[in-house]
């Protein structure tokens, strides 16, 4: 089958001109992607928009970001080294860099090497902008938590002129078109408030507090007309996006309509003249794009169908261009029509239909304007009914008449599925399985009862949710058709596990990526980092069910059903010495069934947390795949023994109000 690359940490340069990301190879190795979108850079000024690739050398730890001038700066870095490596790419002369593929990046394939830099420092990223003769700005985090914003600049490649916060920041938002003022939120003891920094003389100081509310967090801003938009509220505590008018005074203004629009709303960028923006409006796993006129306060809906859009997008005088993804299409860069200062005819006519879409179709990986052939994703989402509510899922296939039926639990836990695309998911269903991805109890983006419902109770109403699913598609399915078969990641592997313990004879397979089997035993065997994670969420008490303490290790004589487990033994995030426990308690447990359900758990050298997503990934993946939809007709379809009782929700348990983010080393799109 002929498939689309695998793009990830999609970025823009400060005027959205260039674009770059991370693009796969067949055997999982990453190498730098590179667009002129405009094609104002030489040697492509006045032709389409042009794309390059460089050397298979990155991983999923390396920042990559295009420079206004058509460089390309990557970032390299080692988790918990506090060493990473610089290098700046130019591109290659047409005469030396034009291949049959499209063209390479100096340095990678090209004529001439990068420049190089090795910068100590305890974290560090890359934000577009700056002065003038400024590549984009270096953010270091300290080890004492203050925040360093130093100039990336050439010949040679140096970090200089340092300035000093007091606290982390988050996003650096222009207030100006010289790149020397921006806005952003500065950590301090009651949380983080909104403060301006200018870069000419290294000076900060702190918003003047709304007369009419609070500022909650910088959103977006366009220094063309002086848009500021944040999420702030009026003075109920009902958080909304407001105008910010910045002044001796600040001012904030609610528009109506903006805030009316149905579901979670993000600015993801601003035309260059600052009079429409983007937006990303999500409802669950569903998300739509929208387009939104400032001065009239009009929303309206982009000619794109419901999909996934990445929080980052560029609006240039050539267009707005998102990174789009569904179920069977990876995410790649997306024209949208009617967008451009100086609309092409032939690309706005060819998205008249709104339900038709099209990735790059050409070997550049140009932004395609094109069509799909045969019209949508072929994704919907569904409601399953428990008795405790109801919660949504992603569905790929026919779940009732597939010959395999795989259920996808994802990690996080603070995460959901959404119609965006999964390499794994799209390579089980390209092999005739049926996926069915659902966003159970604990998952986010289903308001705050819903995620909050398993803190202090993991693998307690989570698991209860699963398990009420497995018997609705076994019940929705022919007598004689196999069990549905399992997948998890991290914590949807923990969860996966605790599922093939509770109903032993419900399932026919599982397969585990990165789990751990306790949260209990995680604290004990993790990083600092994961172990306050798990401190913030509450451990809670034992439920008081059948099942007992939520203990893999303890429950592994359960489990009855063939079982693959993938670890990376470089795993910053789940230590791999999870799952040689898992293998050890796999072993102790013995006995008849072990021949009838083989278990094989394998550490990857060299991997980390995504093994599937590193270099050797597309053989695990292989096997994976093949493990999923190898039908074992023998399995019996009995669920659990009538006198096992497991709790539907948390039971004696500290609650607690902490709300963090997901367990994970590989934040895709760098802020």
């Given at each position: 089958?002929?498939?689309?690359?695998?793009?990830?940490?999609?970025?823009?340069?400060?005027?959205?001109?260039?674009?770059?990301?991370?693009?796969?190879?067949?055997?999982?190795?990453?190498?730098?992607?590179?667009?002129?979108?405009?094609?104002?850079?030489?040697?492509?000024?006045?032709?389409?928009?042009?794309?390059?690739?460089?050397?298979?050398?990155?991983?999923?730890?390396?920042?990559?970001?295009?420079?206004?001038?058509?460089?390309?700066?990557?970032?390299?870095?080692?988790?918990?080294?506090?060493?990473?490596?610089?290098?700046?790419?130019?591109?290659?002369?047409?005469?030396?860099?034009?291949?049959?593929?499209?063209?390479?990046?100096?340095?990678?394939?090209?004529?001439?090497?990068?420049?190089?830099?090795?910068?100590?420092?305890?974290?560090?990223?890359?934000?577009?902008?700056?002065?003038?003769?400024?590549?984009?700005?270096?953010?270091?985090?300290?080890?004492?938590?203050?925040?360093?914003?130093?100039?990336?600049?050439?010949?040679?490649?140096?970090?200089?002129?340092?300035?000093?916060?007091?606290?982390?920041?988050?996003?650096?938002?222009?207030?100006?078109?010289?790149?020397?003022?921006?806005?952003?939120?500065?950590?301090?003891?009651?949380?983080?408030?909104?403060?301006?920094?200018?870069?000419?003389?290294?000076?900060?100081?702190?918003?003047?507090?709304?007369?009419?509310?609070?500022?909650?967090?910088?959103?977006?801003?366009?220094?063309?007309?002086?848009?500021?938009?944040?999420?702030?509220?009026?003075?109920?505590?009902?958080?909304?996006?407001?105008?910010?008018?910045?002044?001796?005074?600040?001012?904030?203004?609610?528009?109506?309509?903006?805030?009316?629009?149905?579901?979670?709303?993000?600015?993801?960028?601003?035309?260059?003249?600052?009079?429409?923006?983007?937006?990303?409006?999500?409802?669950?796993?569903?998300?739509?794009?929208?387009?939104?006129?400032?001065?009239?306060?009009?929303?309206?809906?982009?000619?794109?169908?419901?999909?996934?859009?990445?929080?980052?997008?560029?609006?240039?005088?050539?267009?707005?261009?998102?990174?789009?993804?569904?179920?069977?299409?990876?995410?790649?860069?997306?024209?949208?029509?009617?967008?451009?200062?100086?609309?092409?005819?032939?690309?706005?006519?060819?998205?008249?239909?709104?339900?038709?879409?099209?990735?790059?179709?050409?070997?550049?990986?140009?932004?395609?304007?094109?069509?799909?052939?045969?019209?949508?994703?072929?994704?919907?989402?569904?409601?399953?009914?428990?008795?405790?509510?109801?919660?949504?899922?992603?569905?790929?296939?026919?779940?009732?008449?597939?010959?395999?039926?795989?259920?996808?639990?994802?990690?996080?836990?603070?995460?959901?599925?959404?119609?965006?695309?999964?390499?794994?998911?799209?390579?089980?269903?390209?092999?005739?399985?049926?996926?069915?991805?659902?966003?159970?109890?604990?998952?986010?983006?289903?308001?705050?009862?819903?995620?909050?419902?398993?803190?202090?109770?993991?693998?307690?109403?989570?698991?209860?949710?699963?398990?009420?699913?497995?018997?609705?598609?076994?019940?929705?399915?022919?007598?004689?058709?196999?069990?549905?078969?399992?997948?998890?990641?991290?914590?949807?592997?923990?969860?996966?596990?605790?599922?093939?313990?509770?109903?032993?004879?419900?399932?026919?397979?599982?397969?585990?990526?990165?789990?751990?089997?306790?949260?209990?035993?995680?604290?004990?065997?993790?990083?600092?980092?994961?172990?306050?994670?798990?401190?913030?969420?509450?451990?809670?008490?034992?439920?008081?069910?059948?099942?007992?303490?939520?203990?893999?290790?303890?429950?592994?004589?359960?489990?009855?059903v063939p079982l693959l487990a993938l670890h990376g033994c470089d795993d910053p995030v789940v230590p791999v010495d999870e799952t040689r426990r898992l293998r050890q308690a796999l072993a102790r447990a013995g006995g008849p069934q072990r021949a009838l359900a083989p278990h094989d758990c394998l550490d990857i050298p060299g991997a980390g947390h995504h093994p599937l997503q590193e270099r050797g990934g597309a053989g695990l993946t292989d096997r994976l795949v093949s493990f999923l939809t190898a039908r074992a007709p023998d399995r019996r379809r009995t669920l659990a023994p009538p006198e096992l009782t497991v709790a539907d929700a948390a039971v004696r348990h500290r609650r607690s109000p902490a709300v963090f983010g997901h367990i994970t080393h590989d934040e895709r799109t760098p802020p």
């Amino acid at each position: 089958m002929n498939r689309r690359p695998e793009r990830i940490s999609f970025r823009f340069s400060a005027r959205s001109r260039f674009a770059a990301c991370l693009v796969a190879t067949a055997d999982g190795a990453l190498a730098p992607g590179w667009w002129d979108l405009d094609g104002t850079h030489p040697p492509y000024a006045g032709d389409p928009p042009r794309y390059r690739e460089g050397a298979p050398a990155e991983t999923t730890a390396t920042q990559v970001l295009p420079t206004e001038d058509g460089g390309l700066l990557r970032l390299r870095g080692a988790a918990g080294s506090g060493r990473h490596l610089l290098l700046l790419s130019r591109p290659a002369p047409a005469s030396a860099a034009a291949t049959a593929t499209g063209t390479s990046l100096a340095g990678t394939r090209g004529p001439y090497p990068p420049e190089e830099l090795v910068v100590e420092a305890r974290g560090l990223r890359l934000v577009p902008g700056g002065p003038p003769g400024t590549l984009a700005l270096a953010v270091e985090t300290t080890h004492d938590g203050r925040t360093r914003v130093r100039r990336v600049r050439a010949t040679p490649l140096r970090l200089s002129d340092p300035v000093i916060l007091p606290g982390r920041v988050t996003a650096l938002l222009p207030l100006d078109g010289t790149g020397r003022r921006y806005a952003t939120d500065l950590e301090g003891p009651d949380g983080y408030r909104p403060v301006s920094l200018d870069l000419r003389d290294g000076t900060w100081h702190a918003l003047p507090s709304p007369a009419n509310g609070r500022i909650h967090r910088l959103l977006l801003s366009a220094p063309a007309s002086g848009l500021l938009l944040t999420a702030s509220d009026p003075g109920d505590g009902r958080l909304r996006i407001a105008h910010a008018t910045l002044g001796d005074r600040t001012r904030l203004s609610f528009p109506d309509r903006l805030n009316s629009l149905d579901g979670a709303v993000l600015p993801l960028a601003a035309d260059p003249a600052g009079e429409r923006v983007a937006l990303r409006v999500t409802r669950g796993a569903r998300a739509r794009l929208f387009l939104y006129d400032v001065g009239a306060d009009r929303p309206r809906p982009a000619a794109l169908p419901p999909g996934a859009f990445h929080p980052v997008a560029g609006w240039s005088t050539g267009g707005l261009r998102v990174v789009y993804a569904t179920p069977d299409r990876p995410a790649d860069l997306v024209t949208v029509p009617d967008t451009a200062a100086h609309p092409d005819p032939a690309s706005t006519a060819a998205h008249l239909d709104p339900t038709s879409y099209d990735a790059p179709s050409s070997s550049l990986g140009a932004p395609s304007n094109t069509p799909d052939a045969d019209g949508t994703s072929h994704a919907a989402t569904e409601w399953f009914a428990t008795p405790s509510g109801r919660f949504e899922a992603v569905v790929l296939g026919d779940r009732r008449t597939a010959p395999t039926v795989v259920v996808a639990l994802h990690g996080g836990p603070e995460d959901h599925w959404t119609l965006g695309h999964d390499p794994v998911l799209a390579r089980l269903s390209d092999a005739g399985a049926a996926v069915v991805a659902p966003n159970q109890r604990g998952s986010t983006g289903y308001g705050r009862a819903h995620a909050e419902a398993i803190h202090g109770a993991w693998g307690v109403p989570d698991l209860a949710d699963i398990r009420s699913l497995v018997r609705t598609l076994t019940e929705q399915r022919p007598p004689d058709a196999e069990p549905p078969v399992l997948l998890g990641t991290s914590y949807g592997g923990f969860l996966a596990l605790l599922a093939v313990c509770a109903d032993p004879y419900a399932w026919a397979r599982c397969a585990v990526i990165a789990p751990f089997l306790s949260a209990r035993g995680l604290r004990e065997r993790s990083s600092p980092a994961v172990r306050a994670l798990i401190d913030r969420h509450g451990l809670g008490e034992p439920p008081d069910d059948d099942l007992g303490p939520r203990d893999v290790e303890r429950l592994a004589h359960r489990i009855r059903v063939p079982l693959l487990a993938l670890h990376g033994c470089d795993d910053p995030v789940v230590p791999v010495d999870e799952t040689r426990r898992l293998r050890q308690a796999l072993a102790r447990a013995g006995g008849p069934q072990r021949a009838l359900a083989p278990h094989d758990c394998l550490d990857i050298p060299g991997a980390g947390h995504h093994p599937l997503q590193e270099r050797g990934g597309a053989g695990l993946t292989d096997r994976l795949v093949s493990f999923l939809t190898a039908r074992a007709p023998d399995r019996r379809r009995t669920l659990a023994p009538p006198e096992l009782t497991v709790a539907d929700a948390a039971v004696r348990h500290r609650r607690s109000p902490a709300v963090f983010g997901h367990i994970t080393h590989d934040e895709r799109t760098p802020p």
